[in-house]
């Protein structure tokens, strides 16, 4: 049976699925195409990231296909119902890129506190008097160190965020819609484990307490951050959002900034994605990432080997 893996899947899942018998095709085929080579390839699984797009016309000319596979979390890019309607598993890897994306989250938030994302282009080529100015510009950085963070959506990555929060010394107030409080463990090094709880507030309340703010909730059809919410928040607030794009406004962002609302804030996704909006490419209270929150070595590792094992269960 043959697998295609149209985003790339990791070594470790190709040599799983081809130990169990499956031939593994990681060509990438373009959207327009992508029928056209499922059918003359007759392919029995696609797997996809976010980049590839599997809606209803796909899933209704393609019976071949038996199981659809998501490396990653967000399906907003898969017609879900429909195609578990026509028979077809539909496969993710919830958990497989929480951390990385919690540290993606705290990379941003660490270089915004100290200006990274400006001051590694501003390095000045040459001129003691430069490198004096630049540091004059860059000298009121703040610690993370007993400041805020506000989680909105508290579910494993919400959580996974929280718990590098707590390792950098920070407090935690979190809201989830669906959740009235959660228990986390931290794993330390040695072994040793402590496990904790952490009790949801409202919305509003996490807005009005925290000094940064992380957004960790799935594709919606309103903005979960917009003129309102920015206004409930702590003036010089620093926000992030490594969910999806569209849960945040970006006017209304690039307004906060400018009022000063939002000192600084780092995007990874975006309203227009693959081409963000120049205005916000442009601001240098912004640290940017193209959609990378998943996308190390261990989390891909764990994603290619969670598809594999779950298509091998099904099909094996
Ligand atoms: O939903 C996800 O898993 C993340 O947004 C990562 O998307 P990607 O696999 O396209 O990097």
Redesign the pocket.
Known sequence: MKVLAN?GISNSGIEALEAAGFEVLTTTVAQEQLENYINKHNITVLIV???TTVRKNLIDNCPSLKIIG???????NIDVDYARSKGLHVI??PAA?SHS?AELVFGHFYGLARFLHNSNRDMPLEGDANFKALKKSYAKGTELKGKTLGVLGFGRIGQATAKVAIGAGMKVVAFDPFLEKANLQLDFFDGQKVDFEIKTISKEEVLKQSDFVTLHVPAQDSYVIGEKEFSQMKDGVIIAN???GGVVDEVALLNAIKSGKVSRAALD?FEKEPQPEIQLLMNPALSLTP?????TNEAQDR?GLELAEQIISILG
């Open positions: 985003d990231r976010s980049a998501r490396g990653g979390v967000g399906m907003d993710n890897t890129s994306v490594a969910a999806r996704v959609h990378t929150g998943a996308a994603i």
